[in-house]
């Protein structure tokens, strides 16, 4: 059974960093590209960032320049480093992958069950 499973969400102040963390069991994920989404209040799921099993990474022009996405292939493992917060970034945070398609809106294979982030002013 595949899980996708987040930690490291809580609750900062603007201005302060948060790294996030996804470990993914059931199956290696090493060839594929994973990604990190989220979802504000009254407010569709948005795409944050991507990575590529070749390391390329993307990411949405809110976060470019602020948020770090990584992996380790040996760990199975996506992360998400976010800096210099700000309380527009306050959502709840998904890993998902595989992802298919490029862009901003791939398709997603699996969810991971979400982790809160909230930032406060």
């Known amino acids: 059974q595949v899980q996708l499973v987040e930690s490291g969400g809580g609750s900062v102040q603007a201005g302060g960093s948060l790294r996030l963390s996804c470990a993914a069991s059931?199956?290696?994920?090493?060839?594929?590209?994973m990604g990190w989404f989220r979802q504000a209040p009254g407010k569709e799921r948005e795409f944050v960032a991507t990575i590529n099993w070749d390391g390329y990474t993307y990411y949405a022009d809110s976060v470019r320049g602020r948020f770090t996405i990584s992996r380790d292939n040996a760990k199975n493992t996506v992360y998400l480093q976010m800096n210099s917060l700000k309380p527009e970034d306050t959502a709840v945070y998904y890993c998902?992958?595989?992802?298919w398609g490029s862009g901003t809106r791939p398709t997603v294979d699996y969810w991971g069950q979400g982790t809160q982030v909230t930032v406060s002013s």
């Open positions: 059931g199956r290696t994920f090493s060839t594929s590209a």
């Open positions: 998902g992958g595989p992802l």
